[in-house]
């Protein structure tokens, strides 16, 4: 039996301990300090899961859930009642003076009706009832409210568990172990963000500390760059958090930049990454996406850029916001300068060719994403200078959309390879904080802000919009994929031309995989066919009862689904499973998973080349949750078993691999009945076709070819 078996039968078994947890649970939520700490909704939703299996009982869940909400209230009130503000100057609550404050804020707010709107209110729900105690809240009015919120906090916390286990049911033996994984992923994912709030909280003080320990290292030398330093770092100035956030900002976009930039010149597996988003994307395109993602690339274009540049410029000179203007210049100009530099240093081929001329027919980085996140983010950053509080943050996340759909254009539309994109976005960020560090530093006029957002809209209006009408059409035809399939005559891919197919699979992060062990010429449908006669056969759907079966103790390996493995961004078209059976082992399985290379075989007419692996999958049980299924690291059994599967085969050895235990080197080709032996020159019939142009282009991504 296994240890959720085991804690499931137990909670069954002494279901009084269970509603005494979740009354204890239910309490802890309203004590201050602990309320914030123990995750007690997450537990009580995952325990309530548990009552369509018959573990629990919903009535005595709900009771327990209701006095126990009454009673921590009740509890904190009484602290606050009983000991006024002295107790503030307590540990631990003297740690949290901010959320003190928050609370009395709240509660002079909403008055009374604060006690149960705080019931549902995360950060001020354990303090609420401490500070109505203080303020000398009347205890009938409070009980009032406490009650009436314990009412409607019980239902409204266990019966979405109680759906939740209802509709899950249908696992049987997995309900229980759901149930348990379900509290699991709900306690990780509020640790996750508890740690993400309390890093942000703390880091920025960190950060304060280690910038005044380097003032006061500055202080005590007398150069040009300390005196940088502690002009920079001055603690008279106003904008000191601010300085902090943007050098974090810095740092971590200049790491992200020259990591990015190490990985392109060393081919690391983020460049084997770019070639699998690259098929993935342009696999997905359709007229409509085309029209709408044209239209963005054309909206950052270096036309619009240096339009909108030009005429915020001269809205500053003519308000004499001479400093800014110069920053606003240096922005965009800089930014524009080093990325051609970068881009002519590196002469990095994009993924398709004749898009463009000159330097800006090499990729890396990105100038549209570069040119338009300095200029929008620097841009933003100058509004928000000088709007409400209240409204910095739209500002912030408007650009922050548009250059991300520009950026996600450049993508979509084959003109960059991810990490193209990525890196101007880094080297963008980097560039930018550096600027508006400077730009803080001098402290240069805010004189010019007003109108400043109404000019760039009106300048990308109608500089995007003119650039959009001019040039639509014609970018439409140029973006356009088209098809062009590489053919190979039958005979020669038979004798030698297989080599010319990938070693082994490259996932979606770049990485090497199993080896491909197995090539394929004909219909995916006569392979599905003549391999049923062997006992292979499809795969488990995934359903929700085909995916609930990874929850079972003990599954059967051919009821489950299998993992949607990649080869450089593309699905598997045909995936098999074979048991074991006499090579013994009755939990595991071979998984036979064939990928479309996009070459065709000439013998009279075109056929379809495929490649694929094999594997052995053994089922293990690492976490207690769930089954994982196990690929193990030979390849020559699987590939053997499958040989033997197939009657028109042959094994070939492939001349550059060493023979090692885990795989001999071989690859087994096969073929239907109708490629001969001999197909000579394979001259195409009359009439024969292509495949869909929809389907994508063959191991590289250069074939995708535009139109000029």
Request: hydrophobic letters at 50%; proline letters at 6%; charged letters at 15%.
């Amino acid at each position: 039996m296994s240890f959720f078996s085991a804690l499931t039968d137990y909670i069954a078994s002494h279901p009084h301990l269970a509603y005494a947890a979740i009354f204890l649970l239910a309490l802890s939520e309203s004590v201050p300090v602990i309320g914030a700490v123990v995750p007690g909704t997450a537990i009580i939703v995952g325990l309530a899961a548990l009552v369509p299996s018959g573990v629990l009982t919903l009535w005595p869940m709900l009771i327990a859930a209701f006095l126990g909400a009454i009673v921590g209230d009740g509890l904190s009130f009484w602290l606050g009642h009983r000991y006024h503000r002295e107790i503030l100057l307590r540990w631990p609550l003297n740690r949290y003076p901010e959320l003190i404050a928050r609370s009395e804020a709240f509660f002079e707010r909403h008055g009374g009706k604060s006690v149960f709107l705080a019931r549902f209110t995360p950060g001020v729900r354990a303090f609420i009832p401490l500070v109505a105690g203080m303020l000398r809240m009347p205890a009938r009015r409070f009980y009032y409210a406490n009650i009436l919120s314990a009412f409607v906090w019980a239902p409204s916390h266990i019966l979405p568990g109680v759906f939740v286990g209802a509709y899950f049911s249908v696992a049987g033996a997995a309900a229980g172990r759901l149930a348990v994984l379900l509290v699991a992923l709900i306690i990780i994912l509020w640790v996750i963000v508890w740690v993400v709030r309390h890093a942000v909280r703390r880091g920025i003080p960190i950060l304060l500390a280690n910038l005044e320990r380097l003032r006061g290292w500055a202080s005590t030398r007398d150069s040009w760059m300390s005196r940088q330093i502690r002009s920079l770092l001055d603690p008279s100035q106003t904008e000191t958090k601010i300085l902090a956030a943007l050098a974090l900002l810095l740092v971590a976009a200049a790491w992200t930049f020259f990591g990015i930039l190490e990985d392109v010149v060393s081919g690391d597996p983020l460049v084997r990454t770019d070639a699998a988003v690259f098929r993935i994307l342009q696999d997905l395109r359709t007229p409509w996406g085309d029209s709408l993602m044209v239209g963005f690339t054309e909206l950052g274009d270096t036309t619009v850029v240096t339009a909108i540049a030009v005429v915020v410029f001269l809205w500053l000179a003519w308000k004499r916001a001479w400093r800014t203007a110069a920053y606003w210049a240096a922005a965009i100009g800089g930014a524009a300068a080093i990325n051609t530099g970068i881009k002519v240093a590196l002469h990095r081929a994009r993924p398709t060719e004749n898009l463009y001329s000159g330097w800006s027919d090499f990729s890396f980085p990105s100038g549209h994403s570069t040119e338009n996140a300095v200029m929008y983010g620097f841009l933003a950053f100058l509004i928000a200078r000088r709007v409400r509080p209240a409204w910095r943050l739209p500002v912030a996340l408007a650009a922050a959309i548009f250059v991300a759909l520009i950026a996600f254009s450049r993508l979509y539309l084959g003109a960059h390879w991810f990490s193209d994109v990525a890196g101007g976005l880094a080297f963008a960020t980097a560039w930018l904080a550096l600027l508006c560090i400077a730009y803080l530093h001098h402290q240069p006029s805010e004189k010019g802000g007003g109108g400043l957002l109404i000019v760039a809209c009106a300048g990308l209006v109608v500089a995007g919009g003119f650039n959009v009408y001019r040039r639509h059409a014609a970018d439409m035809e140029r973006y356009a994929v088209q098809y062009e399939a590489p053919s190979i005559l039958a005979a020669e891919w038979w004798t030698q031309d297989w080599q010319q197919l990938p070693v082994q699979r490259i996932d979606l992060a770049g990485e090497a995989e199993e080896p491909l062990t197995f090539q394929w010429a004909g219909s995916l449908e006569r392979l599905e066919a003549d391999l049923a006669q062997k006992g292979w056969r499809s795969p488990a759907p995934w359903t929700l009862t085909g995916a609930l079966a990874w929850f079972t103790p003990r599954p059967d390996p051919m009821a489950l689904p299998t993992s949607p493995y990649m080869e450089r961004g593309r699905l598997p078209s045909l995936t098999l499973v074979h048991p074991r059976g006499e090579l013994g082992g009755t939990s595991s399985r071979f998984v036979l998973r064939v990928w479309a290379t996009d070459i065709d075989l000439r013998n009279g007419h075109l056929t379809e080349l495929w490649i694929g692996s094999v594997v052995d999958e053994r089922l293990g049980n690492r976490f207690p949750l769930f089954t994982l299924a196990l690929a193990q690291p030979d390849a020559n059994g699987p590939r053997d078993l499958l040989a033997a599967s197939l009657d028109a085969g042959r094994l070939v050895t492939r001349p550059d691999h060493s023979s090692t235990p885990v795989w001999d080197g071989q690859v087994l080709l096969a073929r239907d009945g109708s490629i001969p032996a001999n197909p000579g020159t394979g001259a195409l019939q009359e009439g024969s076709a292509s495949r869909s142009p929809r389907r994508l282009l063959e191991v590289t991504p250069r074939n995708y070819q535009m139109h000029e």
